[in-house]
């Protein structure tokens, strides 16, 4: 079997979601309200998680209306997203409604799976969560199937973690740093965010090495009174620049459903079985995509590294802050914090 450069860069945008639906759809009514000012004040590290934080936790389940997937080289695409943190995921996708669904992604608390009507290798595309960490398709795609729901601004600061900054961007935005241990190895992620708001603008995440792994950009936010929540409407994606495998693409959302969720539920994260689509394990031993045996080719990129985010001129490492339960900060690191986010 074939394989094919579309799957790997379809296959990575599982990370935009955990997926859900809803029982009625939102009500545009007070959209446009004005969203309330989070920080009246330059904000400290500890308001920033907090504020961050309270946007994100009464959302647990997202469904979009009238959602467009728009990719380079191709007409956009009709879609419906749902997503259920943390990891249950849905985003059928079509060309015209007389044609029929063209794209499925898809993910529940065990798997994940890839369907594309007119990929050369027609099949449904699947792996085990746990059996995809240890397969050599990790290597094509080092994103941890945890940081879906972050794309849509769902982010959760970790209270008990160290965070350098913030520092300011700009007029209107601060960013923090942080580094972890994920699957794929050491990680650094990055964090911007409205310093009026408090919504989340863009996520950077970074390997070992210092090479961008994906990032994302949230904008058009508009506020849900009755929620409590800002969300963003266009959410631009950016995956593995530089590599063989990038993909670089854009959701426009015209709204959303908040915890609500319309259809089955338990047919919504179904693995689908499609006739004539046989069904076929990324994570099997027996699938060699090709060039398996040789090892990737490192692509650096020193424009951005994580230790040398270049942000707002008043950057100032002597800006690190301890929040309550921190261990003791990381390495030094030169000025800059690496520009972008983390998808946790």
């Known amino acids: 079997?074939?394989?094919?450069?579309?799957?790997?860069?379809?296959g990575a945008m599982l990370l935009l979601a955990s997926a859900g639906g809803a029982t009625c759809w939102p009500r545009h009514a007070g959209l446009d309200?004005?969203?309330?000012?989070?920080?009246?004040?330059?904000?400290?590290?500890?308001d920033l998680v907090a504020v961050v934080n309270a946007g994100s936790q009464p959302i647990q389940q997202l469904q979009t209306e009238g959602a467009t997937l728009t990719v380079q080289g191709l007409p956009?695409?009709?879609?419906?997203?749902?997503?259920?943190?943390?990891?249950?995921?849905?985003?059928?996708a079509e060309l015209?409604?007389?044609?029929g669904p063209e794209l499925d992604l898809g993910s529940n608390d065990e798997l994940f799976w890839l369907w594309i009507k007119r990929n050369p290798d027609p099949a449904v595309y699947f792996a085990r969560h746990d059996r995809f960490?240890?397969?050599?398709?990790?290597?094509?795609l080092p994103i941890e199937p945890e940081w879906m729901s972050e794309a849509f601004g769902l982010v959760a600061l970790d209270p008990n973690g160290f965070y350098e900054g913030p520092f300011p961007e700009g007029e209107d935005r601060v960013w923090i740093?942080?580094?972890?241990?994920g699957q794929a190895g050491d990680l650094t992620k990055v964090t911007v965010i409205h310093n009026k708001y408090g919504w989340v603008l863009e996520q950077h995440l970074y390997d070992a090495g210092g090479n961008l792994l994906a990032k994302v950009e949230g904008s058009r936010h508009r506020y849900y009174p009755l929620e409590g929540v800002s969300l963003p409407h266009r959410i631009a994606v950016q995956l593995a620049p530089s590599q063989p495998t990038q993909l670089a693409f854009h959701l426009d959302i015209g709204g959303y459903s908040?915890?609500?969720?319309?259809?089955?539920?338990?047919?919504?994260?179904?693995?689908?079985?499609l006739e004539g689509y046989p069904l076929v394990d990324l994570a099997d031993p027996r699938f060699q995509p090709p060039g398996a045996a040789a090892p990737p080719i490192a692509?650096?990129?020193?424009s951005v590294p994580p230790a040398n985010y270049q942000g707002g001129a008043e950057h100032n490492m002597a800006q690190h802050q301890r929040y309550r339960g921190y261990g003791s900060p990381p390495p030094a690191a030169p000025a800059g914090p690496p520009r972008g986010l983390e998808l946790r």
């Open 299 to 302: 692509v650096h990129t020193p």
């Open 33 to 46: 309200t004005p969203p309330p000012v989070a920080f009246p004040s330059p904000p400290s590290l500890q």
């Open 177 to 181: 740093r942080a580094r972890g241990q």
């Open 76 to 92: 956009p695409l009709k879609s419906e997203i749902a997503l259920e943190r943390p990891r249950k995921f849905r985003l059928r």
């Open 258 to 273: 908040i915890n609500q969720l319309q259809g089955e539920p338990a047919r919504m994260w179904e693995l689908p079985r």
């Open 133 to 140: 960490a240890q397969s050599p398709m990790r290597r094509l």
């Open 1 to 10: 079997m074939t394989y094919h450069r579309p799957l790997v860069c379809l």
């Open 96 to 99: 015209l409604q007389f044609t």
